[in-house]
T-cell receptor, first 116, second 115 residues
């Protein structure tokens, strides 16, 4: 089983619909993230959470919301989907990192969302 | 190298040759640099990282070089294999005392290994 599981893997929806992407992890990590990937633009951070009671906006949070239901679960919602939210979405986790070490992310396999 | 456009730069490499993937970063306050590999249909996977006070770090078949003077990072893959075909991302990490850290990804470089 994958350490970070995203559902659904693929979703096609229409403009204006509400969409939820779910993420669960078995890493035991406190930190969870949602990224969006568009061709040639790398990964951009939407929201992140350092623990169950902590939610923070990333660089492109407009049009999105999140919920951290438990340490292992972090969901991303699009309240009213629009075509320019068509993208590949990744959930990631990390722990506090080794002392003096980098914050290394473990990514899920991605959820491809198409908004028509 | 880096791309801010719609098309990924692509590096075509003959199997067995060495690959060099380049990355320019922007923030002189970055304390770590990380390379990720993304295979088709999968999420990015950690390859190697380097701290900003180092200029070279080696892993298994990979070497990362850091030149802070020109804000340039490279990933060298020795004896490139078909399984190395993927998109490679560099990321720069800035640590904040109270707010954790911020990770900024580059646009990625596609590596195609020719048999």
């Amino acid at each position: 089983d994958a350490d970070v599981t995203q559902t659904p893997r693929n979703r096609i929806t229409k403009t204006g619909k509400r969409i939820m992407l779910e993420c669960s992890q078995t890493k035991g990590h406190d930190r969870m993230y949602w990224y969006r990937q568009d061709p040639g633009l790398g990964l951009r951070l939407i929201y992140y959470s350092f623990d169950v009671k902590d939610i923070n906006k990333g660089e492109i949070s407009d049009g999105y919301s999140v919920s951290r239901q438990a340490q292992a679960k972090f969901s991303l919602s699009l309240e009213s989907a629009i075509p320019n939210q068509t993208a590949l979405y990744f959930c990631a986790t990390s722990d506090l990192g080794r002392p003096g070490g980098a914050n290394v992310l473990t990514f899920g396999a991605g959820s491809r969302l198409t908004v028509l | 190298g880096e791309s801010v456009g719609l098309h990924l730069p692509t590096l075509s490499v003959q199997e067995g040759d060495n690959s060099i993937i380049n990355c320019a970063y922007s923030n002189s306050a970055s304390d770590y640099f990380i390379w990720y590999k993304q295979e088709s249909g999968k999420g990015p996977q950690f390859i190697i990282d380097i701290r900003s006070n180092m200029d070279k770090r080696q892993g298994q078949r990979v070497t990362v070089l850091l030149n802070k003077t020109v804000k340039h990072l490279s990933l060298q893959i020795a004896a490139t294999q078909p399984g190395d075909s993927a998109v490679y991302f560099c990321a720069e990490n800035v640590s904040f005392k109270a707010a954790g850290n911020k990770l900024t990804f580059g646009g990625g470089t596609r590596v195609l290994v020719k048999p």
